[in-house]
């Protein structure tokens, strides 16, 4: 993995979870405004390596469901979360650890986990 300062890799997370007209679309041209000295590698990999750990947030809400043996409450849902992003992804910050949160638990009301 390449190395880039933590707040850049946040900037590439928040864009990427952006809603709207911008939902699901490439980050590099807004990162790029942000820190205009990423060259278009560097661009690219973290289009691609903070799309990755926001589709993997999204995913592990209805995984741990699946996978529990008994009801999960609300708290002990986040606390699982926080605690598997931060060990996969110990960059994300807590702003941003909570808004994918937010956004697993919508989709995963959405198709029926909770």
Do not use: V
Not at 26 to 31: G, S, T
Not at 75 to 92: G, P, V
Not at 93 to 106: A, V, W
């Amino acid at each position: 993995m390449k190395t880039f300062e933590n707040d850049i890799l946040n900037e590439g997370l928040n864009i990427a979870m952006e809603f709207g007209e911008n939902w699901l679309n490439p980050i590099q041209e807004r990162l790029s405004r942000k820190y205009p000295k990423l060259d278009e590698e560097d661009l690219d990999y973290l289009n691609i390596y903070c799309r990755e750990a926001m589709f993997e947030g999204h995913q592990f809400i209805p995984k741990i469901l699946d996978d529990a043996d008994k009801p999960i409450l609300s708290d002990q849902l986040s606390e699982l979360f926080s605690d598997f992003i931060r060990n996969k992804y110990n960059w994300i910050n807590k702003e941003n650890i909570n808004r994918l949160f937010s956004q697993g638990c919508y989709y995963a009301w959405k198709d029926g986990y909770l």
